[in-house]
């Protein structure tokens, strides 16, 4: 199933990239931008996102215990957990303000 799943959209990102080379698109900005953000949704590690943030571990673990900044999500074949650069960015962005 999972794979067939994978079959599809990437069936269906081919369609859209041929409509965009074309300027046949049916996508408004709105739609482009919202796709775009979730093509780089980038997976990070606990290390990685420490360091893409410039935190340490502990203060990492203290923020996302505060709830101000997402819990890891678990991915299937992963023993660690994941965070998305784009919610962070989104959470940091929230912290500024």
């Known amino acids: 199933m999972k794979l067939s799943l994978v079959k599809l959209v990437a069936k ?3 369609e859209t990239a041929d409509k965009l080379d074309s300027g046949n698109s049916e996508l408004s900005d709105s ?3 919202d ?3 979730i093509l ?3 997976v990070m590690s606990k ?3 420490c360091r893409y943030l410039n935190l340490s571990r502990s203060r ?3 923020l996302v215990r505060a709830k101000k900044l997402p819990k890891g999500r678990k991915r299937v074949g992963f023993k660690e957990l994941a965070w998305y650069r784009d919610e962070l960015d989104d959470c940091v962005r929230k912290l500024k303000q």
Do not use: I, P, W, Y
Request: proline share 0%; net charge negative; aromatic share 6%.
């Open 40 to 42: 780089c949704h980038e």
């Open 47 to 49: 290390d990685t996102a």
């Open 35 to 37: 796709l775009a953000g």
């Open 31 to 33: 739609e482009a931008m």
């Open 60 to 62: 990492f673990d203290d």
């Open 12 to 14: 269906l990102l081919r």
